[in-house]
């Protein structure tokens, strides 16, 4: 699950890792109820859509992406979502080597403050408890 505070302090980088999480959650989802995968395929290919839109095309490494988000959406329509796993697994380990190599971006959101977040345990839930000013990120 990702919380408000991991996006809210995420940079490029570490963004797009969290979009392949929600991508590879939502296949997670899908191979698990394989009697009901259109909610999780229209969630999967919606994050293929965003990955897709934010390419910067001026860079080669952007046109194999795409080839790349564009199989892997073909692959989903073909219930084939193991092997769209795979090939987004690895695409997600390659950003995280990075990030392990020291490799940093900026962060997405300016004017913020550092967020304090946790998480309870409700009897039926996870809550996500962020302690700080509630306007943080804005400017009038």
Known sequence: M?????????????????TYDIFLENIELAISNL???KKYKAIARKVLLVLIN???MQHELSHDLFDLYIYVQRLIIENKFEDA????TSIKEGYEGLKA????????????????????YGKN?????I??????????
Do not use: P, W
Request: charged residues 20%; negative net charge; aromatic residues 4%.
């Open 2 to 18: 990702i919380t408000v505070a991991q996006v809210a302090q995420a940079n490029e980088l570490e963004l797009i890792c969290l």
């Open 35 to 37: 009697s009901d995968t």
């Open 54 to 56: 934010n390419l910067d």
């Open 85 to 88: 796993k795979e090939i987004i």
């Open 101 to 120: 190599k020291g490799f940093t971006t900026q962060k997405t959101v300016s004017n913020t403050q550092d967020i304090y977040a946790g998480m309870t």
């Open 125 to 129: 839930s996870i809550n996500e408890v």
């Open 131 to 140: 302690l700080g000013n509630n306007n943080r990120g804005f400017t009038i």
